[in-house]
Nanobody, 111 residues
Framework: QVRLVESGGGLVQPGGSLRLSCAAS????????MAWYRQGPGKEREFVAR???????SYSDSVKGRFTIARDSARNTAYLQMNSLKPDDTGVYYC?????WGQGTQVIVSS
């Protein structure tokens, strides 16, 4: 069965950086459309970033220029590099691939 396991979340100060990882099992990140979503406190889950199987990327306006989605085919892992973090970036971040969801990793941006 497909399994997506996120890691890398934590507490960071505003302006800081984090890199989230999404390790995939029984799913090839190289040949799948991979995405990251997040859900802030009291908010609905929202799209953050996407990378198609051909490598095309797209981002929500709120993270464009600060976040970067990437993948490592050898490690079969997708990543989300998050820079210049803001308190509004706080939430649970979920990896999504081929209709499967990970369990999420918590990101808290606070001083």
């Amino acid at each position: 069965q497909v399994r997506l396991v996120e890691s890398g979340g934590g507490l960071v100060q505003p302006g800081g950086s984090l890199r989230l990882s999404c390790a995939a099992s029984n799913l090839s990140v190289r040949f799948s459309n991979m995405a990251w979503y997040r859900q802030g406190p009291g908010k609905e889950r929202e799209f953050v970033a996407r990378m198609s199987s051909t490598g095309t990327t797209s981002y929500s306006d709120s993270v464009k220029g600060r976040f970067t989605i990437a993948r490592d085919s050898a490690r079969n892992t997708a990543y989300l590099q998050m820079n210049s973090l803001k308190p509004d970036d706080t939430g649970v971040y979920y990896c999504y691939g081929s209709a499967y969801w990970g369990q999420g990793t918590q990101v808290i941006v606070s001083s």
